[in-house]
């Protein structure tokens, strides 16, 4: 599948799943633009310069999610650079790995800043962007497996994720006359730096050595392998794409057999 002059923005594009979903996007045929925090702009150029070697346009825009000024400030930056706008992917995100009887104020609201806000802000930007273009679009967001199932030590990232289900369900019925669709993808257990940082904090609760805890994860998935960037990516070039323009409000696990609808 491809597209023609389409512009997509991913913030926490600068690693992981946000670069694998850019990468995608980009061999799709979307000009790209790589939202990410002001520390991860070399990482964020490294993948602009990946996206412009596949024939793209791109452009790094740094952006901290949480706060609304920056989503609005990079979705305007997207379309005057890229010459349009038409899908955001609110991917970026944080992880929390704590015993709820342990959880901090600041630990709580910075969660929910990063993980819900921030897709909030996304949803009012683009499709503020999209009325002032003249026309409808995607909106895509992460969720997780934590968003179906709440899972323990992970109590604060499992609500931000089921958040961020509710918000996808209630702004697709919203700004469907608009023309506009909004989903979200559900990965599992993704071999990023997220995981590296699960699995080494289940560490220091558990005791077991570094890589033990993700093992024994990856053990229970019945596909029988880790996740990886490139399978998440396949589920939003979907969603950003024309094949999914009859499908919104919808969380779409892509887990490898990890929880069944
Ligand atoms: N890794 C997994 O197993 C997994 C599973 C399900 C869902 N997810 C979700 O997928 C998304 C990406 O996860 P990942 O595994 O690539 O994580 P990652 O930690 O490898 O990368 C996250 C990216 O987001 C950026 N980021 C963090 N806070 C930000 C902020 N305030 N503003 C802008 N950028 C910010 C980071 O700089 C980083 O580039 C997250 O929303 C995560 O919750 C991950
Ligand atoms: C990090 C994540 O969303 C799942 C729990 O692996």
Redesign the pocket.
């Known amino acids: 599948m491809t597209v023609e002059n389409k512009v997509a923005l991913v ?10 979903i850019a990468l995608r996007l980009a061999q799709d045929g979307f000009d790209v633009a790589v ?3 002001d ?2 702009k070399d ?2 150029l490294g993948v602009v310069a990946e996206i412009e070697a596949l024939g793209r346009k791109a452009a790094f825009v740094t ?5 609304r000024e ?1 989503v609005v400030a990079a979705v305007d930056t997207a379309a005057e650079k890229l010459g349009g706008f038409d899908v955001i992917v ?6 929390q790995v704590k015993p709820l009887l342990d959880i901090t104020e600041d630990e709580l609201n910075k969660i929910f ?3 819900v806000n ?1 897709v909030v802000w996304g949803i009012q930007a683009a499709a503020a962007k999209f009325e002032e273009l003249g026309h409808g679009g995607k909106i895509i967001s ?5 968003a179906i199932q709440g899972f323990p030590i992970l109590s604060a ?1 499992s609500a ?2 089921f958040a961020v289900r509710g918000f996808t369900q209630a702004a697709a019925q919203e700004l469907a006359p608009k023309g506009i669709t909004v989903n979200a ?14 699995d080494a904090e289940l560490s220091k609760i558990n005791g077991k050595p570094l890589g033990q805890n993700l093992k024994e994860n990856v053990d229970g998935i019945a596909l029988g392998r880790i ?1 990886t ?1 490139e399978d ?1 990516a396949k589920v939003v070039s979907f969603f950003a794409g024309p094949d999914s323009d009859y499908v919104t409000g919808q969380v779409l696990l892509v887990d490898g057999g990890m929880l069944y609808n």
């Open positions: 913030t926490g594009a600068g690693q992981g799943i946000g670069r694998g939202a990410d925090l520390f991860q990482k964020g952006a901290d999610v949480s706060k920056d609110n991917n970026a995100g944080i992880a800043q990063i993980n921030s992460a969720a997780s497996i934590a990232y931000s994720k993808y559900a990965p599992g257990i993704v071999g990023t730096g997220m995981w590296e940082l699960i996740e960037p998440v």
